[in-house]
């Protein structure tokens, strides 16, 4: 049978809740990581390195780029964003599905080298929700929340390249979705690749 994990791309638009959704999904799903970005980015309050993100200098960032140390990096808002590799794939490896939560640009870059890699794309049940729930955190000042919101709505013109979309109504409603759609996705003939190949060769060793 399949032994690998699943490979999970979680993206959405600031403030769509996707952090909320994702906590309360990894909650019951035990045999989930999360995978910890880097980012140059300064620490929001309460964001602990190593946990929420691995706080970089620019210098170090561009060095573990230049080394093929991230398996997708953008740049967002004024700062760079990206995956570490080697614990994706040491993950993946001892079959635990992994979650990114990242970007559209760097969705996209994981399409292309992960073509098995589960796509989901959360929006917002409206435009004008987002803005109210993006007002409403109070993390950021105004210009940025400007900012975010022009951003979102580039964010959501990628939305038709995702593999499935989560509508975040409630919180309840979008895990019951991301979960079904991750049942869907570990019955896909794209996922038992390996799987059917492994049985397609014992068949013919058998058969000769
Ligand atoms: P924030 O600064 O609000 O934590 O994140 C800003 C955006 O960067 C979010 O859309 C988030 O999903 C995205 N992001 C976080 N980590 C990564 C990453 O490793 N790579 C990419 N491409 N985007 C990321």
Known sequence: MNEKGLLIVFSGPSGVGKGTVLRQYLQSHPNTAFSVSATTRSPREGEIHGQHYYFLSREEFETMAANGGLLEYAEFAGNFYGTPRDAVEQRLKEGVDVVLEIEVQGAMQVKKQCPEALLVFVMPPSFEELRRRLSGRGTEDEATVCCRLSNAAR?????????????????????????????AAKHTAAYFNEFIDEVEKDAKTCCK
């Open 155 to 183: 964010e959501m013109e990628a939305a038709k390249q995702y593999d499935y979309i989560v509508v975040n109504q409630t919180v309840e409603q979008a895990v019951d979705q991301l979960e079904q759609i991750v049942g």
